[in-house]
């Protein structure tokens, strides 16, 4: 089974450190430099008919909108992880596809099956004290007709290896709704472990909670 991340409707923090001289620069390639994206991986890094990975580029927008829409929205049709039930709304605008894509700390990955595009996530890279850079994962989609295929568990991979690589990460975090044992278990089972923090879902304008009391559990693994 392929999970969607119940995740990073909360943002990271306004007073988060720069990261300007702090994370190390890679060289752009001339088509990354239109939108500030390295040039580590392109869309020939996967094996032999799997799943092609690249950074999303502006013609990639509405396809990742349509895709997160379908894989957190769409209630039964959705998939197994569906969060229809806890989460209505249109979980992200156009509007903030743009602007993480605009930004060159941030890293929105696509994952392609010949020309379709079949899965999403974003990596947001954070400096914290007495720890170096943890990169918070989420916005994770695959294409609710493809999951339990392992797109999922690839894409994480490839994830996991950018923010290792790429942001110099020593680790990645992400966050769960509570609710959603199986997805907890999806990423024990591959190494991320509960830190035992406990955070309330803030409903931003893209998200309504469904149910009161609605809360986050933070998981991490090592890199």
């Not at 914290?128 to 994770?140: P, R, S």
């Not at 295929?149 to 290792?164: H, N």
Request: glycine letters at 8%; charged letters at 25%; a negative charge.
């Amino acid at each position: 089974m392929e999970p969607i991340v119940d995740s990073f409707h909360k943002r990271l923090p306004e007073t988060q450190e720069p990261l300007e001289g702090q994370l190390s620069q890679v060289p752009l390639s001339p088509r990354a430099k239109q939108v500030g994206r390295p040039a580590q991986f392109g869309v020939n890094s996967s094996p032999v008919g799997g799943p092609r990975f690249r950074p999303a580029e502006p013609g990639d927008i509405q396809a990742v909108h349509e895709l997160v829409k379908a894989a957190y929205r769409q209630g039964d049709q959705a998939g197994w992880t569906t969060e229809a039930h806890l989460v209505e709304g249109e979980r992200i605008s156009i509007a903030t596809l743009e602007r993480i894509l605009e930004d060159p700390a941030k890293r929105l990955l696509v994952a392609f099956l010949g020309e379709e595009l079949v899965g999403c996530c974003l990596l947001e890279p954070e400096v914290k004290a007495g720890v170096g850079v943890v990169a918070h994962f989420g916005l994770f989609a695959v294409s609710p007709r493809l999951q339990s295929r392992g797109i999922g568990t690839a894409l994480l991979a490839q994830a996991e290896s950018v923010a290792r690589e790429q942001l110099h990460a020593s680790a990645i975090e992400l966050r769960v709704l509570e609710p959603r044992s199986e997805l907890i278990g999806y990423y024990e089972r591959r190494g991320y472990l509960l830190d035992g923090r406990r955070e309330p879902f803030k409903p931003d304008p893209h998200d309504r909670p469904k149910v009161e009391g609605l809360c986050f559990v933070v998981m991490h693994k090592s890199l």
